[in-house]
């Protein structure tokens, strides 16, 4: 099986984070899923999905995570600050200064996503010519997530944090996985415009989304059907519910087909 999609797309990859709900002092993209830290299955799906460039945003532990990973194919990048996941994105500016083409954002605390997924959620991306697209799925119960607000076109015009939506905005159920695909000449341009006027202080990465609506450009959301494969693993039972899964699968075989690495 192939899911590779077309040439011209790199992708980077948020792996900055402590994670202090783990009750641990290891990185949280440390942490094993099936005796492979977490990190280790985004570069696979990346590596899955033909990305030219893999840039890996570090930060806590930098070191120890360079060491569990093995690729003369990943660049990494330091954010010396954990000033938001805007912030951590700038930190590959540099990097992919001259690449010209899409680039795909992955969480290295979310091991679960496929790349069958990710090629499908690229190619609705580039179908749709979208400035940004952004992986969503739907929940029973969405508290604590970022909710996707759309116009009557089903076009994206803003992310809004739980804790700084409204009554009515916290009543939608379709959330926001934090996973993207921008194309480039558009991303560093509305990250360098972000601000930190939020509940958090931070620079969201989720504000590029209402910078492209009002700059007329579109946005649009790729809703993904099993909320399992977006979980970020925030704390130890997460961690356990991750590895149960992943033993799921390959009880039934079913990452042997998906790609022999996993």
């Known amino acids: 099986m192939n899911d590779g999609v077309e040439k011209n797309l790199a992708t980077i990859i948020l792996a900055a984070g402590k994670g202090t709900r783990m009750r641990s002092d290891m990185a949280k993209v440390l942490h094993p899923v099936c005796e492979k830290p977490m990190v280790y299955y985004p570069v696979e799906c990346a590596r899955r999905v033909g990305s030219e460039k893999i840039v ?8 120890m995570v360079r060491q569990s990973l093995d690729g003369d194919d990943l660049i ?8 938001g996941t805007g912030h951590a994105v700038l930190q590959a500016r540099e990097i992919l200064q ?5 680039i795909l954002i ?11 997924t990710v090629g499908s959620f690229v190619e609705s991306h580039r179908a749709h010519r979208a400035a ?9 119960d969405p508290s604590g997530y970022g909710r996707v607000i759309k116009k009557d076109d089903d076009s994206v015009v803003r992310i809004v944090e739980d804790r700084d939506a ?3 905005e916290k009543r939608i159920n379709e ?7 921008v194309e480039r000449a558009f991303l560093f341009n509305a990250v360098a415009r972000i601000g930190k006027g939020n509940a958090q202080g931070e620079y969201y990465l989720t504000d590029i989304l209402e910078i492209a609506f009002s700059m007329n450009y579109t946005a649009k959301s790729f809703i993904l059907d099993d909320p399992r494969e977006v979980m970020g693993i925030n704390t130890v039972e997460d961690l356990e519910k ?3 899964i992943m033993e799921e699968r390959r009880g039934r075989n079913f990452l042997a087909k998906e790609n022999p690495k996993l």
């Open 98 to 102: 001259h690449f010209e083409g899409t």
């Open 106 to 116: 992955l969480c290295g605390d979310v091991p679960l996503l496929l790349p069958s």
């Open 166 to 168: 409204t009554e009515e």
């Open 56 to 63: 890996l945003v570090v930060g806590y532990q930098s070191d």
């Open 242 to 244: 991750a590895n149960r």
């Open 76 to 83: 990494f990048v330091d954010q010396l600050e954990q000033l």
């Open 132 to 140: 940004v697209t952004v992986l969503t799925t739907c929940l029973e």
């Open 175 to 181: 959330i926001n996985s934090g996973i993207y695909c």
